[in-house]
Structures are given as C-alpha cells and as structure tokens.
C-alpha cells in the first residue's frame, strides 16, 4: 500500500508563511504527478498546485500564483509547498494527491491522498 502524510500546517498571521511536506511511503516504483488540494469546511475540496515528477512541470491556482511555490525531491518520493504571504482565505485543510502511482508487484496506475493538515490564517 501507499501512504502520504503530510506536515507544516499551522497557525499564522496574515502575511507569514508557512511549508508543507509530503512524503509517499511504499513499494513505489514510479510517480507521475503530486500535488495538493485545500478544502475549507462550508466548499469543495479546490486544486491548489501540481507539479510533473519526471520534468517538475508546474501549475497553480490563479489564487496562489506569486504567492504558492511547489517543489520536489524525487530521492524521498516528497513535495513541498511554501506558501508566503498568506491571506485567511486561504485557512482550509490542505492534502497532498499523488496521481499516476505505481507499485509493486501490479502494473496498475492508481491515486492516492494524504489524511490533510489544518492551515490556519488569522486576521
């Protein structure tokens, strides 16, 4: 089985910052894309950023670009996300998304999502 757990989340003044983690665990062999996805109590859960394990490709939300930057570590199978000048709308659940992942011993491609960590942004 795959597992991703994620860490970093916290409480923050508008206009701090903070950086998440991800790390997947298991018989991986091989990993398209991760990413994360936030998700607030009272909406649905909303893509955050991706970014391409192979060439480390990047896509953000409108609402985080300039403020949101992904990256990886292929050697720990990890991304991270420092997320700078924060704002309350961005307070949600945060959860890492592993896509494309394959394992041994089966040939499949399958996804996985972490359990969330709680951002928090106060005003």
């Known amino acids: ?68 930057t992904i990256s990886r570590d292929n050697a720990k199978n990890t991304v991270y996300l420092q997320m700078d000048s924060l704002k309350p709308e961005d307070t949600a659940v945060y959860y890492c998304n592993a896509a494309g992942v394959r394992t041994t011993p089966t040939t499949k491609w399958s996804d996985y999502w972490g359990q969330g960590t709680q951002v928090t942004v106060s005003s």
């Open 1 to 68: 089985q795959v597992q991703l757990v994620e860490s970093g989340g916290g409480l923050v003044q508008a206009g701090g910052s903070l950086r998440l983690s991800c790390a997947a665990s298991g018989s991986i062999v091989s990993i398209n894309t991760m990413g994360w996805y936030r998700q607030a109590p009272w909406k649905q859960r909303e893509f955050v950023t991706i970014i391409s394990m192979s060439g480390g490709i990047r896509n953000y939300a409108n609402s985080v670009k300039g403020r949101f």
